[in-house]
């Protein structure tokens, strides 16, 4: 099973970014999938979550306090690919984003939950 994470970059503040996780070996739509970051310094948090449910209006979303209303988890699962929109981006979202996915949980917010784990893509917002 492997979890490939894309997407990451150099952005000006104020900016966007599309990060993208797709799956190989296992059928995603099946779990619930999140979105950590790891900043210099700091343990990894977790940003978003997606659960299972069809990824539709009905799935279970979850944002930390500091990216609501700025940050938009979703997916498609004929491509086995989850998406995390990052909009209005901050020098304080400057991390490292992984990837995570666990089966039977409908939030995923600790790290030691996550079955799976894809390699982190930097992203870096500075002007």
């Known amino acids: 099973v492997q979890l490939q994470a894309s997407g990451g970059g150099l952005v000006q503040p104020g900016g966007s970014l599309r990060l993208s996780c797709v799956a190989s070996g296992v059928t995603l739509d099946r779990y619930t999938v999140a979105w950590f970051r790891h900043m210099p310094g700091q343990p990894r948090e977790a940003v978003s979550s997606i659960s299972s449910e069809s990824r539709g209006s009905e799935a279970i979303r979850y944002y930390a306090d500091s990216v609501k209303g700025r940050f938009t988890i979703s997916g498609d699962n004929a491509e086995n690919r989850v998406y995390l929109q990052m909009n209005v981006l901050k020098p304080e979202d400057t991390a490292v984003y992984y990837c995570?996915?666990?089966?039977?949980?409908?939030?995923?917010?600790?790290?030691?939950?996550?079955?799976?784990w894809g390699q982190g893509t930097q992203v870096t917002v500075s002007s």
């Open positions: 995570a996915a666990v089966y039977g949980l409908s939030i995923l917010r600790k790290e030691l939950q996550a079955e799976y």
